[in-house]
């Protein structure tokens, strides 16, 4: 009899072969994301560090240079890659989904989870890494604000919503994958979707600004 620990590894008990992680930033999407990929034994793909990595810059320097809007378009270019892929989680930055576009491609694809955390921890987790959109004078009411202000979107993205607030990271994983479960249960066909191309190699072509591939 396999013990409880071996038993969660089974690949039968995986729900999904591709997931997406959505969520403002502070949330835990990247270090939840890497935990969830290493539970459902699947890659990781953080969209934040391939847009870095395409782009040849840091993402506030993209900011400074060209601006949210064009942020925004690299973003889209790299979901539509991920979607592509299978086998994969899929931690996205915490802007993504305020386009809508990136909402209706990511839930196109498969499951969409939210993490949710207060104004108090997103502003513990983001005081010391470099958050342009949070250098103000009061960044806790800034995060309050935009937290109001895109509330509706990643509702509308989300397969369903987990809180990221002080919490092990093994128990929001755990969370996440009985969400899972249930929503394989619901969407079946959408569960059962396979990549077209697997490799991770396939994200990281050159974009060119203003061009869909
Ligand atoms: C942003 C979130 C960041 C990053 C950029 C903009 C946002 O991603 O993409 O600084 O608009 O909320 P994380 O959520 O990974 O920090």
């Known amino acids: 009899m396999a013990s409880a620990a071996a038993k969660r590894h089974l690949p039968e008990e995986r729900p999904v072969t591709w997931v997406a992680l959505v969520g403002f930033m502070g949330t835990g999407k990247s270090r939840i994301g890497w935990e969830l990929s290493r539970r459902l034994a699947l890659s990781f793909v953080d969209t934040d560090r391939v847009v870095e990595r395409v782009t040849c810059l840091k993402i506030p320097e993209i900011l400074e240079l060209y601006g949210e809007p064009v942020l925004r378009d690299f973003e889209t270019e790299v979901v ?36 949710e955390a207060s104004p108090e921890t997103i502003y513990k987790r983001t005081r010391r890494h470099k958050r342009p959109l949070l250098e103000v004078g009061d960044p806790t009411e800034r ?20 809180s990221g607030d002080d919490r092990e990271a093994e128990d929001v994983v755990e969370d996440i994958v009985q969400g899972l479960v249930a929503w394989a249960r619901a969407n079946p066909e959408l569960a059962a979707r396979r990549g077209e191309r697997g490799s991770l190699a396939d994200l990281v072509g050159t974009i060119v600004p203003g061009r869909r591939g």
Do not use: M
Request: charged letters at 30%; proline letters at 5%.
């Open 80 to 115: 539509r890659r991920c979607l592509r892929l299978d086998q994969v989680v899929v931690s996205t930055g915490g802007g993504t989904v305020v386009r809508e576009e990136n909402r209706r491609l990511l839930k196109s694809r498969g499951p969409v989870v939210l993490l």
């Open 143 to 162: 995060i309050r604000t935009l937290l109001a202000e895109r509330g509706p979107a990643y509702r509308d993205a989300a397969s369903f919503p987990v």
